[in-house]
């Protein structure tokens, strides 16, 4: 399941975070990949122990939580890691999975990847965000603010960056629960339980689907 959620940062944040991000130098980006999968130069990124690092990981949590939607669609246990990206022309990340353990120096299982957009799409050519579905590839360049979130064992790639620049941040995370179609079912019932009480408010059918919202996470949440 494949996930937008459309200014989920506000203009205020991009401001705060393209200001962090100004203060940075990049460097060659580190894979997120099992393995080395191009000899093309792949990205650059913000060095993980550089200072500005901190506070653009804690403005990006904060947005997160603050956004019940994603929330309960993702049901976020803990972050595998974060970083900052930044594609130039030529640039580009061949087709791949993420590497299914990250972190340091405890090890944990990624489950779901998120890519938050810092640049305007009218402002780069290429380097859209790419899923191979199986038969095509589903495309992705959203606006500055929105977040795109996947399954991490989802195979899908950077197209290259033909001019402009594109600047995102990127992160892993482990979810509550660990099947993804689980994951999708509490999404549905999610949304479904969102539309009940915005017709009916408290009613009986909203208290039936809470109750079975709770009790599957009760079910399959590995805390």
């Known amino acids: 399941m494949i996930l937008t959620f459309d200014n989920l940062v506000t203009p205020d944040e991009v401001r705060v975070l393209k200001t962090l991000i100004a203060r940075a130098e990049f460097v060659d980006g580190r894979e997120t990949a099992g393995a080395q999968l191009s000899q093309v130069k792949q990205n650059t990124q913000i060095p993980l122990d550089h200072p500005v690092m901190p506070e653009i990981m804690r403005l990006v949590m904060n947005a997160l939580r603050r956004s019940q939607v994603f929330m309960d669609a993702t049901h976020p246990r803990a972050l595998a890691a974060m970083l900052v990206s930044r594609y130039q022309p030529g640039m580009q990340y061949g087709l791949h999975v993420d590497t299914p353990l990250m972190g340091d120096p405890t ?50 790639r950077v197209r290259p960056l033909q001019s402009g620049e594109r600047v995102a941040v990127v992160g ?36 039936l689907l809470n109750k079975s919202f709770a009790n599957l996470v009760r079910r399959y949440a590995e805390t």
């Open 107 to 156: 090890l944990i299982r990624s489950d779901l990847s998120f890519t938050l957009f810092l640049s305007e799409p009218d402002r780069y050519e290429g380097g859209e965000l790419a899923f191979d579905t199986g038969s095509n590839e589903a495309i992705y360049k959203l606006s500055v603010g929105s977040l795109i979130c996947y399954p991490t064992g989802q195979l899908h």
């Open 172 to 207: 892993w995370f482990q979810s509550l629960i660990r099947d993804p179609g689980v994951r999708e079912l509490l999404h549905d019932i999610s949304r479904a339980r969102s539309l009940v009480h915005a017709a009916e408010g408290n009613s009986r059918a909203f208290e």
